[in-house]
């Protein structure tokens, strides 16, 4: 586990609230050198802490208008290379290998609800995977990258 000071910190708070910002302007926010910044940005990205930057879409807008819950149980042996499969698919946004009733979550984003109904039959052509349950989002009430960094 990698330990951040203050600093670090306060750097990555800055970037999750807005990566687009130059080196010299969030440097002049910080009160810090420019190059201090820089070899601090490039010390957290070479040990992994910060692994990249990304640009938040709004997915209604880019015609996603159908979030999915679904969870999957797999025969247990091919837990991992189903999780690989579904990975690929570019509407899957999270794989998660679970506890409890089932053994993976999926969160994916859909143009509609056909579109879903397509994806949830083709993993059901997959010989390993037993059952799904899907559940639809109405809404999003919170959807973060953030992370308390006390």
Known sequence: MEKLDYLDK?????????SR????????????PSSTLHDRVKRLIRKGVIRGFTVLLDEE?????VKALILV?????HIIDVEKEIAKHPNVQIVLDIT????????AV???????????KQLLKNPYIKQTRTSIA???VK???EIPLS
């Open 10 to 18: 306060l750097i990555i708070r800055e970037l999750l609230k807005n």
């Open 21 to 32: 910002r130059s080196i010299r302007e969030l440097a002049r926010n910080l009160n810090i």
């Open 61 to 65: 807008k880019l015609g996603y208008t």
């Open 73 to 77: 149980n797999v025969e247990g042996k």
């Open 100 to 107: 409890g009733e089932f053994d993976i979550a999926v969160i």
């Open 110 to 120: 859909f143009k509609n609800i056909v579109e879903l109904d397509h994806f949830i």
């Open 138 to 140: 109405f809404r999003i």
């Open 143 to 145: 959807q973060t990258h």
